[in-house]
């Protein structure tokens, strides 16, 4: 299967502790996302790379949250000192650049619990 | 607040039966997608729409993009128990990298 793939799939953690979770998106794939999506809402939009360079992040991200994609290939989302309010299903996707650039292929998501 | 507006927030229907779903915006879009989600997992791409008025069918399902290209519709004829699931909307404005503002999605039953 060459989708995009995530890892883990579920992460419990405690209040405090740092988490950090990867996306291996589809390999010709130079664009990357991530999105959060709690119960009951659409996925929001986090962070953008282009290649290994992160070109957008959304106000969403506090200075908790950092994304690398030291390659141009598979990317890292670190949570430093999870809060409760982090708890949320953490979404991966990928995209080419050419053609319909818009076109996004998700990953099957880390769910996060924070206790 | 959500960019796009999803309506209905819930369908409850009998296999055989028809429904629609609508996506609604002020904002006008580059190009909208229309996604299924399962419990657990990642969105699933169904079908991108990018031209005004454009309509495009998959089996089943047929998509609308309103002319002024701010929202969309979703149609499925003779619903079945594996068309269940939340349906997402999610579009692209002409003035972002690509990122997706989606919709808060249409849970939709369908029983046998």
């Known amino acids: 299967d060459t989708g995009v793939s995530q890892d883990p799939r579920h992460k419990i953690t405690k209040r405090g502790q740092n988490v950090t979770f990867r996306c291996d998106p589809i390999?010709?794939?130079?664009?990357l996302y991530w999105y959060r999506q709690t119960l009951g809402q659409g996925p929001e939009f986090l962070t953008y790379?282009?290649?290994?360079?992160?070109?957008?992040k959304s106000r969403l991200l506090s200075d908790r949250f950092s994304a690398e994609r030291p390659k141009g290939s598979f990317s890292t989302l670190e949570i430093q000192r999870t809060e409760q309010g982090d708890s949320a299903m953490y979404l991966c996707?990928?995209?080419?650049?050419?053609?319909?650039?818009?076109?996004?292929?998700f990953g099957p998501g880390t769910r996060l619990t924070v206790t | 607040t959500q960019l796009l507006e999803q309506s209905p927030q819930f369908l409850s229907i009998q296999e055989g039966e028809n429904l629609t779903v609508y996506c609604n915006s002020s904002?006008?879009?580059?190009?909208l997608q229309w996604y299924r989600q399962e419990p657990g997992e990642g969105p699933v791409l169904l079908v991108t729409?990018?031209?005004?008025?454009e309509v495009k069918k998959l089996k089943r399902l047929t998509f609308q993009f309103g002319d002024a290209r701010k929202d969309s519709s979703l149609h499925i004829t003779a619903a079945q128990p594996g068309d269940t699931g939340l349906y997402l909307c999610?579009?692209?404005?002409?003035?972002?990298?690509?990122?997706?503002?989606f919709g808060a999605g249409t849970q939709v039953v369908v029983t046998p």
């Open positions: 996707a990928s995209s080419p650049t050419s053609g319909s650039s818009s076109e996004q292929y």
């Open positions: 390999s010709e794939h130079n664009r």
């Open positions: 790379f282009q290649n290994e360079a992160q070109l957008e």
């Open positions: 904002s006008v879009f580059s190009s």
């Open positions: 729409v990018v031209t005004g008025g």
């Open positions: 999610a579009g692209v404005t002409t003035d972002s990298w690509g990122k997706l503002q």
